[in-house]
Antibody
């Protein structure tokens, strides 16, 4: 069973950047996808984008293009999601999720990372 | 982009009830639909994929159906653990989630 462990809670000021990590373990194949999904307080789930673990190819939801950077480190099986130019609207829980197919169901999820943007 | 609309947004039910949640896509998604359960403060959990396939380990009281653009999630014999929020997600064209349905205790 794949396990995803995310980095801890972050508190940032408006205009700053934040980087959240997601480390995968107990997987079999080397070609898979990390996804990022965010959830504002009391709101629903919003898909942000994916990165392929093997090729590094990314796909962003249109809303997040240009402000969100997805990267990965194959040596540590870790994915990173960085958001620049934070505003209060970015206050949310950020989840990483995992699948083999990219455009597919999300089989496994990290525990979530709370990012609070406040002056 | 494909939009996903769930209804109702909130549903009140009792233990033992049968409940149905509806998810409608803005176009046909050919069965490329998943359902998730999310408990407060926790990550979502995959329940059903390809509209009607039960994920391993998920109780059989959960079932999914539908095709084209209209889908349903049914929970028969509602259990205390089932009071949670449920989301549909299409993967016909990238990924989009529905707005969620909260199943609360009547």
């Amino acid at each position: 069973q794949v396990q995803l462990v995310q980095s801890g809670t972050e508190v940032k000021k408006p205009g700053a950047s934040v980087r959240v990590s997601c480390k995968a373990s107990q997987y079999t194949f080397t070609d898979f996808y990390f996804h990022w999904v965010r959830q504002a307080p009391g709101q629903g789930l919003e898909w942000m984008g994916w990165i392929n673990s093997k090729t590094g190819d990314t796909k962003h939801a249109q809303k997040f293009q240009g402000r969100v950077t997805l990267t990965r480190d194959t040596s540590t099986s870790t994915a990173y999601m960085e958001i620049s130019g934070l505003t209060s609207d970015d206050t949310a829980a950020y989840f990483c999720a995992w699948n083999y197919g990219g455009q597919d169901r999300l089989d496994y999820w990290g525990q979530g990372t709370l990012v609070t943007v406040s002056s | 982009d494909i939009q996903m609309t769930q209804s109702p947004s909130t549903l009140s039910a009792s233990v033992g009830d049968r409940v149905t949640i509806t998810c409608r896509a803005s176009q046909s998604i050919n069965g490329w639909l998943a359902w998730y359960q999310q408990r407060p403060g926790k990550a979502p959990k995959l329940l059903i994929y390809m509209a009607s396939n039960l994920e391993s380990g998920v109780p059989s009281r959960f079932s999914g159906s539908g095709s084209g653009a209209d889908f349903t999630l049914t929970i028969s014999n509602l259990q205390p653990d089932d009071f949670a929020t449920y989301y549909c997600q299409q993967y016909y064209s990238y990924l989009t989630f529905g707005g969620g349905t909260k199943v609360e205790i009547k």
